[in-house]
C-alpha cells in the first residue's frame, strides 16, 4: 500500500487544508510561539496529522484518552478489551489508580486507567510508549496491587462474611509501542497471555492474569499479512498512522470511522490540540532520557557480569594453576629424594666395587705366593 496515494481528507470532510492551518497558526501571537519552538519534524508532523496526510497514532496520550475514554464512551474501551480477553465484557466503572507506582517520576507509562468489568472483573489498562526493562517482574508486582486492593475492598465491604471466592479475576494489560528486546525472539506473536497453571492439570482458580501486546511486532506482520481479525482492527487504530491502512480499517471494521471522526473533529480545534501535542513530545522526550538510562544501565549490568565471570574463570585458572605448582613441587621434592638416594646408592656401588678390587688383589697375591 502507498501512503502517498491516500488522503484521509478523502474520507473525514471536515478536516482542513495544510495551507488552512498554517495560516491560522500564523495568525495567533500563541500558536506561532509554540509551533515555532517545535523541531521541523515535529512541526510537519503535527500539520500532517490535521490535514490527513498522514493518521495519528492513537498511543499518543491526548489522543487515547480522548478517544477512548471509559467515562464518556465506555463502550469503545469495552469492545477492545472484549478482543484482549477473548470475551464480550463491558465496562461498568473507572476505580481510582490509587496504587503507589515503582516507577520514578520518568515513567515510560503514557496511560494508565483501572476498570472495574460488569462481573467483577479488574482490569489494568496501561499504555507504554517504550516497553520497561524487566517486564515480567514489574507486571508481577502491578498484578499483586491489584489483587491487594480489591482484598481491602472486599474484606471492608464483607467484613463478617467475608470469603475468598468473592474475589474476581484480575487482568494486568500492558500495550507497548516499542517492545523490549525480550519480545523480539517471538517475532510472529504481537499478543501473550500469561496465567497461573498447574504441572498435574489440576483446576484452580488463579486469579491473577497478565497480557502483554506488543504494537511494534504487530505492525510487521500487519505490513506483511493485512487486517484479519477485530483484534487485529483494534491495534492497527491503536498504532498505525499510514493512511492507506487507515482506509482499509474503515473499510473493513466501518465501526472504527466515528472514532476517527472524533479525532478530526477535536483537530479544527487547532490551539488546543497544539497545547496536546506540547505535552506529548514533552513526554517522548522524556521517554527517550529514561529509555537510554534503562538501556546503558542494561548494558552496564552485562558487562558487570561479563567481568564477574571473567574474574571467576580467573580465579578458577589460577586456583587450577596452584594446584598444578603445588603438585610440581612435590614431584621435584619426589625426584630430588629419588636424586639423595640414587646418589647414596652410587657411593654404596663405589665404595663396594673398592673392597671387592682390594680383595681381588688379596687373592692375586695369594695365588702368585704358592
Known amino acids: 500500500m502507498s501512503i502517498q496515494n491516500t488522503n484521509l481528507k478523502d ?70 478489551l472484549s478482543e484482549l480477553l477473548g470475551k464480550k465484557v463491558t465496562v461498568k466503572q473507572v476505580l481510582p489508580n490509587d496504587s503507589e507506582r515503582i516507577a520514578d ?20 489498562v496501561e499504555v507504554q510508549k ?3 526493562a524487566f517486564p515480567g517482574e ?19 465491604e464483607r467484613r463478617d462474611k467475608f470469603s475468598y ?8 494489560i500492558i500495550i507497548m509501542e516499542k517492545s523490549p528486546h525480550i519480545f523480539s525472539e517471538f517475532p510472529d506473536e504481537y ?24 504494537v511494534d511486532i504487530f ?24 493512511p492507506a491502512y ?36 514533552q513526554l517522548m522526550d522524556r521517554n527517550t532520557v529514561k529509555y537510554m538510562i534503562d538501556e546503558y544501565q542494561e548494558k552496564l549490568d552485562t558487562v558487570k557480569e561479563e567481568l564477574n565471570s571473567t574474574t571467576e574463570q580467573l580465579n578458577s585458572t589460577t586456583e587450577q594453576l596452584n594446584s598444578t605448582t603445588e603438585q610440581l613441587n612435590s614431584t621435584k621434592e619426589q625426584l630430588d629424594t629419588a636424586q639423595t638416594t640414587i646418589t647414596e646408592k652410587d657411593d654404596q656401588i663405589a665404595d663396594l666395587n673398592s673392597v671387592i678390587a682390594k680383595l681381588q688383589k688379596e687373592l692375586d697375591d695369594l695365588k702368585n705366593t704358592k
Open 11 to 80: 474520507y473525514f470532510p471536515m478536516i482542513r487544508e495544510r495551507s488552512v492551518i498554517q495560516n491560522e497558526i500564523t495568525q495567533s501571537p500563541i500558536m506561532a510561539s509554540i509551533f515555532s519552538n517545535w523541531e521541523k519534524e515535529k512541526q510537519d508532523l503535527f500539520l500532517d496529522i490535521c490535514s490527513g496526510a498522514r493518521g495519528a497514532k492513537m498511543l499518543y496520550d491526548c489522543f487515547f484518552k480522548e478517544i477512548l475514554s471509559p467515562e464518556h464512551v465506555p463502550e469503545r474501551l469495552s469492545s477492545l
Open 105 to 124: 517520576e520518568l515513567s515510560l507509562v503514557i496511560t494508565d486507567i483501572v476498570v472495574e468489568l460488569e462481573d467483577g472483573t479488574i482490569a489494568n
Open 130 to 132: 517504550i516497553g520497561y
Open 138 to 156: 514489574r507486571a508481577s508486582c502491578y498484578t499483586a496491587d491489584l489483587l491487594l486492593r480489591q482484598y481491602k475492598r472486599v474484606r471492608d
Open 165 to 172: 471466592k468473592d474475589f474476581a479475576p484480575v487482568y494486568t
Open 191 to 214: 499478543k501473550h497471555y500469561i496465567y497461573g497453571t498447574s504441572d498435574t492439570g489440576i483446576k484452580l482458580n488463579l486469579l491473577e492474569n497478565i497480557i502483554f501486546v506488543n
Open 219 to 242: 505492525l510487521n506482520k500487519l505490513h506483511n499479512d493485512g487486517i484479519n481479525t477485530k483484534l487485529e482492527a483494534w491495534l492497527t487504530f491503536l498504532g498505525c498512522d499510514e
Open 246 to 281: 487507515i482506509v482499509e480499517l474503515i473499510k473493513k471494521y466501518p465501526e472504527f470511522k466515528p472514532l476517527y471522526s472524533h479525532l478530526y473533529d477535536m483537530c479544527r480545534n487547532i490551539e488546543g490540540v497544539m497545547n496536546m501535542f506540547s505535552k506529548e513530545l
